[in-house]
């Protein structure tokens, strides 16, 4: 007789498709203990962390490791966000400072109605600007200082666009015009000798065609050091400020818009020396990162692990049917196999290890890639408290919200194509009829967030409100569009969509009463009754297999 430990090993080899191939000619008794064998097998891999540990004293290290590396990227990523903080605060209060340095008689939040109505006012606003750049470091308050390209330090420049021809006589509803746009820049060094550091029309040879005027740009580059990290035992950073000031003439309406754009880049300073101890909490931090990317590493190779396990389970159970009940595995049933929250938690921790390289580079002054940063170590930390879910969904009672998302998201999917359809095209239609006369239809970005907040009940008799008579037609229609899309969604979409998770949560609690039904892969797992401690599991490799199936009969086989 042939020797049973031969008979009841797994696949002898692997086919081009990667399908396993069972030696020939087994005898009734050994096909027995091959299908015994990968039921225990089955039975095994989908159990949970207390079950295995009974079936073979497995102790579960990826649960161990995931609630380790949760409280480490959740302390890391408070860390850096406090850190963070600092720096776009610093980038806003000195965006802030710039417009009341540079504007003349800015108020706070007065960017959108902040314009000029007569020539006089333009100059005006030019020449203040120069000045008081001309005067910054008389009368800044910060440590403000002139970019330096070598020893020279950069110039402002005041460019003008202007129509390259054109003659307007709107008295006689005649114009010639050539739309080609010419540019004329005048450049101002910060160290000019000028009388009492006063530019004015009597300095500069600057004037301004406003018939043919498009913009007029004012472009200077500024530099400052972030000081208020080191109280928080942080390296400064150093940044760059290239400040764009704006006068727009497009529309040629008697109104001049103005506004500064800050763009803001974040470098690493040349040469610094910070005395006290703030130097060795930055090794400490570097440490600490480096634990977390070594403990998210750890996990990734137990997960990666455990993926590539459940696939080569998945072929050898694939197989199996194929090659004794000569009939294929469903889809469905070989989806199981592929763990998602494993590669959830995979994902988390390809993020969080290139997070945390980012963010030691960040604390080294190799790299200033803070938004980069933050987003993936926020993303990353989303990820593994998500995963966590894996380990509640254990418990029946804790279970039912991760069913009942689950069996909804196919229904729930195809009734958001649907609804996205009806929701794209009051988009469309509310931009372009609403457009010019509501604030919030200007554009298609502002219109979906419109909507959406319309949906949730916010915000709606502002949104009435708002909308100008100017003209009665389109605020007929406004009153037609809003009152149909508030009707349509919230009354309908909104309940149809509700009404069908409502009726998943439904049929999930049911199944929790009176059972689940089975698939195929259940239904042929189900037939082993080995529990998890009855020692089955932990000999199944070391000793050689029993003739007593623990399984039922040949006859009740799928």
């Given amino acids: 007789m042939e020797n049973p430990e031969v008979a009841i090993s797994s696949c002898i080899a692997y086919d081009d498709e990667g399908l396993c191939r069972y030696k020939q000619h087994l005898s009734a008794s050994q096909e027995l203990l091959v299908e015994d064998q990968l039921r225990r097998k089955l039975k095994f891999f989908f159990m949970n962390p207390c079950e295995k540990f009974w079936a073979r004293g497995r102790k579960p290290w990826k649960f161990g490791i995931q609630l380790l590396k949760i409280a480490m990227v959740t302390i890391q990523l408070v860390l850096f966000g406090l850190s963070n903080q600092m720096v776009v605060a610093f980038k806003e209060e000195?965006?802030?400072?710039?417009?009341?340095?540079?504007?003349?008689?800015?108020?706070?939040?007065?960017?959108?109605t902040y314009a000029v109505y007569t020539q006089t006012d333009v100059y005006d606003q030019i020449f203040f600007a120069i000045n008081q750049y001309l005067q910054l470091p008389n009368i800044s308050v910060g440590n403000h200082a002139y970019e330096k390209r070598g020893a020279e330090e950069t110039a402002l420049a005041v460019c003008q666009q202007f129509y390259k021809q054109g003659t307007i006589c709107p008295g006689n509803d005649t114009?010639?015009?050539?739309?080609?746009?010419?540019?004329?820049?005048?450049?101002?060094?910060?160290?000019?000798?000028?009388?009492?550091?006063?530019?004015?029309?009597?300095?500069?040879?600057?004037?301004?065609?406003?018939?043919?005027?498009?913009?007029?740009?004012?472009?200077?580059?500024?530099?400052?050091?972030?000081?208020?990290?080191?109280?928080?035992h942080e390296l400064p950073d150093c940044?760059?400020?290239?400040?764009?000031?704006?006068?727009?003439?497009?529309a040629h309406s008697g109104r001049i818009k103005i506004s500064l754009d800050n763009d803001i880049e974040?470098?690493?300073?040349?040469?610094?020396?910070?005395?006290?101890?703030?130097?060795?909490?930055?090794?400490?931090?570097?440490?600490?990162?480096?634990?977390?990317?070594?403990?998210?590493?750890?996990?990734?190779?137990l997960c990666t692990r455990s993926v590539v396990k459940g696939i080569r389970l998945q072929r050898e159970f694939v197989s199996f049917f194929l090659y004794y009940y000569k009939k294929e595995?469903?889809?469905?049933?070989?989806?199981?196999?592929?763990?998602?929250?494993?590669?959830?938690?995979?994902?988390?921790?390809?993020?969080?290890?290139?997070?945390?390289?980012?963010?030691?580079e960040i604390q080294a002054k190799s790299l200033t890639s803070y938004d980069v940063c933050s987003i993936l170590l926020g993303t990353s930390t989303m990820l593994v408290w998500l995963g966590v879910i894996r380990y509640l969904g254990f418990f029946q009672k804790y279970n039912l919200l991760i069913l009942?998302?689950?069996?909804?998201?196919?229904?729930?999917?195809?009734?958001?194509?649907?609804?996205?359809?009806?929701?794209?095209?009051?988009?469309?239609?509310?931009?372009?009829?609403?457009g010019p006369y509501h604030v919030k239809f200007h554009s298609l970005n502002t219109v979906s967030e419109c909507l959406f907040s319309l949906i949730n009940g916010d915000d709606m008799f502002a949104t009435f409100a708002k909308m100008q008579q100017k003209s009665y037609l389109v605020w007929l229609f406004s009153r037609i569009y809003l009152y149909s899309f508030i009707s349509l969604f919230i009354y309908m979409v909104l309940s149809l969509f509700i009404a069908l998770i409502t009726d998943t949560y439904e049929t999930i609690k049911h199944y929790q009463q009176d059972g689940f039904p089975e698939t195929e892969l259940q239904r042929f797992i189900s037939q082993c009754k080995d529990l998890p401690n009855s020692g089955r599991y932990r000999l199944e490799e070391e000793s050689s297999a029993s003739l007593f199936?623990?399984?039922?009969?040949?006859?009740?086989?799928?």
């Fill in 94 to 112: 000195n965006t802030v400072a710039f417009k009341h340095l540079f504007l003349k008689g800015y108020m706070d939040r007065t960017d959108d």
């Fill in 266 to 301: 974040i470098r690493e300073c040349k040469d610094w020396h910070v005395s006290g101890s703030i130097q060795k909490n930055t090794h400490y931090m570097m440490i600490f990162d480096a634990f977390v990317i070594l403990t998210c590493l750890t996990s990734l190779i």
């Fill in 239 to 250: 940044y760059d400020f290239t400040l764009t000031i704006l006068f727009d003439n497009k």
């Fill in 549 to 558: 199936c623990c399984c039922n009969s040949p006859s009740e086989r799928i």
């Fill in 175 to 232: 114009f010639d015009i050539d739309p080609e746009i010419v540019t004329d820049c005048l450049y101002i060094e910060p160290m000019t000798p000028l009388d009492n550091r006063t530019v004015g029309k009597h300095n500069l040879n600057f004037t301004l065609d406003f018939h043919r005027l498009v913009a007029v740009q004012l472009m200077f580059n500024l530099k400052a050091i972030n000081l208020q990290t080191v109280r928080h």
């Fill in 404 to 434: 009942t998302l689950r069996a909804a998201l196919p229904n729930v999917m195809r009734f958001c194509c649907c609804a996205a359809m009806i929701y794209l095209g009051y988009c469309f239609c509310g931009w372009i009829v609403l």
């Fill in 329 to 360: 595995v469903s889809f469905s049933a070989q989806m199981e196999f592929v763990n998602g929250w494993y590669i959830l938690i995979i994902v988390s921790d390809v993020l969080t290890i290139v997070g945390s390289t980012l963010k030691m």
